[in-house]
């Protein structure tokens, strides 16, 4: 059975930086899609940042470009997301997700497992 069990959300102050954990157990990070999700209330769920065993590449939404980054640590069977210079609007209940089929991108439908979500709230 695939667990995906996430850590690290909270309440930061606005250019704060926060790093999400996503620890899977039951899947190995050989061939992969991995993404970070957000879910507002009374929003869809939109992709923030995913990455691909396909060629290793990471895409982020254009929003956190530059504040964010996805990172894997496969020892730990781990995935991170580094928020840095957070902002109000990045408020929102986190997700990460996986799949065993890699280059699902943003396709959140198509993502197999999920985490519980984390809570992120950037006070102004």
């Known amino acids: 059975e695939v667990q995906l069990v996430e850590s690290g959300g909270g309440l930061v102050q606005a250019g704060g930086s926060l790093r999400l954990s996503c620890t899977a157990s039951g899947f190995t990070f050989d061939d992969y899609s991995l993404a970070w999700f957000r879910q507002a209330p009374g929003k869809e769920r939109e992709g923030v940042s995913c990455?691909?065993?396909?060629?290793?590449?990471?895409y982020y939404t254009d929003s956190v470009k530059g504040r964010f980054t996805i990172s894997t640590d496969n020892a730990k069977n781990t995935m991170y997301l580094h928020m840095n210079n957070l902002r109000p609007e990045d408020t929102s209940l986190y997700y990460c997700a996986a799949d065993h089929i890699p280059g699902l991108g943003f396709r959140v439908g198509e993502y197999d497992y999920w985490g519980q979500g984390t809570q992120v709230t950037v006070s102004s």
């Open positions: 990455m691909s065993s396909v060629d290793g590449s990471t």
